[in-house]
């Protein structure tokens, strides 16, 4: 059977291939009753007696014209495109070189404290995809249908809670510091973040802690100057959400005894949203931290594909109410591209942010396996897998722009990305 449902949609691809025009050849008793008891958009072969039905609900025939729905579960994942980037290191900068003698010595070991590798790998997101449509007297379907997932939402935070607490002698491992710079003064943060600033370093002291020697210097509030530099917490969170509408229909080709073929044509919107937020919060010595001491960066790319594709479906029939299902398709699309970074102090006095817009061309194919079963006329279910593959469209590569004054964080190309699996739902006939 498998290879039956593989030739028909090979004949398909030939057909479409050399451009010949192939009008559906009705058969005597089709699969049962009459040929024009085909198969509605959704897919599939009626299994069941038109005349009979147990449920007491107005469903129509679906052999015959008129109008049906569909309704299905979807659970999808797609390709990880989000790249590995370092965010923030343990440790502090000592900004004006009261302490180390050297304005912007890095006080701490530097080790990792967060990077964009912590999110992990992609999920599965549940989803649903509702349809309407009408099957013509000739067997040909329109339909207009639309595809929500929810959204997949990944989070990494570090904190001064070093693993196992452990640190330096000094404790700056109990710090953060990310390369932020050309921000203004309102991003400064707290005047004092650590024990060290308003205290006397370098003095000659006795056992007991006597002054013996006043010849060090006091560390001057401001020691650690940034938000961003000497900060508490950071905590990221990368965000997907995909959407696709597509208005379509399909024609009969070629139809026998135990199976059709079909061309399938239309317009499809695909729609791919990626947020990626920055928090970061910098308290001060004596715990204390209000909106000015945090600050938020934002960096969005949203693709949106707009075009048309066409491809072919074979149906056969299993008997005993069941039908296997197959299809292709490919297109082109038009690639709308945007792109939004910004940083934001948290108390929304002072904000920068960067806009950009591009148009780019990707090309699409997918496929198609699908179960039927007709429990009673007008009732169509189905369940199988689906994938969708794209090429040529978008990534953030690195999502951190670190200049703030020229926000500029790294996009790439994603050559290949993949959209697949399971729909399992039902169609309605009327």
């Known amino acids: 059977m498998r290879s039956k449902l593989i030739g028909g949609i090979a004949v398909c691809l030939a057909y479409m291939a050399v451009g010949t025009s192939i009008q559906a ?117 329109v339909h207009f249908r639309i595809m929500k997932q929810a959204a997949q939402d990944y989070n990494a935070t ?77 905590t990221i969170a990368y965000t997907t959400d995909y959407t696709e509408a597509e208005f379509g229909g399909r024609v009969p080709l070629f139809e026998s005894r135990s199976s059709k073929i079909y061309g399938l044509g239309g317009i499809r919107f695909h729609h791919f949203m990626e947020r990626f937020n920055w928090r970061t919060t910098s308290f001060a010595a004596d715990g204390s931290a209000g909106p000015q001491d945090s600050a938020k960066y934002k960096n969005n790319l949203s693709q949106k594909l707009y075009g048309p594709y066409m491809g072919c479906a074979h149906d056969v029939y299993l008997g005993n109410k069941f039908s296997l299902s197959g299809e292709v398709t490919g297109g082109a699309f038009a690639n709308v591209v945007s792109r939004r970074a910004k940083y934001e102090l948290e108390d929304h006095t002072i904000q920068n942010k960067r806009s950009t817009n591009d148009l780019g061309l990707v090309a699409t194919g997918g496929a198609s396996l699908h179960l039927w079963w007709y429990p009673t006329k007008g009732v169509q279910v189905r369940a199988g897998y689906t994938a969708n593959t794209f090429w040529n469209t978008e990534r953030i590569r690195d999502p951190i722009a670190f200049n703030y004054g020229a926000l500029d964080p790294v996009y790439g190309t994603q050559y290949f990305r993949i959209m697949h699996g399971v729909e399992v739902g039902f169609s309605l006939f009327f």
Do not use: C, H
């Open 25 to 141: 050849q009705p058969v005597g008793n089709g699969f049962y009753g009459t040929s024009s008891e085909g198969l509605i958009d959704g897919g599939g072969i009626p299994g069941t007696d038109s005349n009979s039905s147990w449920l007491s609900a107005p469903l129509g025939d679906p052999g015959k014209p008129g109008v049906y729905t569909f309704f299905e579960a979807t659970i999808l994942t797609q390709s990880w495109t989000l790249g590995n980037q370092l965010v923030a290191y343990r440790g502090l900068q000592d900004t004006t070189g009261v302490i180390s003698g050297t304005p912007g010595t890095y006080l701490g070991s530097g080790a990792r404290a967060l990077s964009t590798g912590d999110f992990g790998r992609s999920s599965w997101a549940p989803g649903i995809n509702l349809g309407v449509g009408y099957k013509l007297d000739d067997g040909s379907t």
């Open 158 to 234: 570090a904190s001064g809670a070093t693993p196992y607490g452990r640190s330096n002698a000094n404790l700056s491992d109990t710090f953060l510091t990310a390369g932020v710079f050309n921000f203004p003064p309102q991003f400064a943060g707290p005047r004092r973040k650590t024990a060290y600033e308003g205290t006397r370093i370098g003095d000659i002291v006795d056992i007991f802690g006597n002054v013996l020697f006043p010849v060090g210097r006091t560390v001057p509030d401001g020691a650690f100057y940034g938000i961003w530099n000497g900060a508490s917490v950071m």
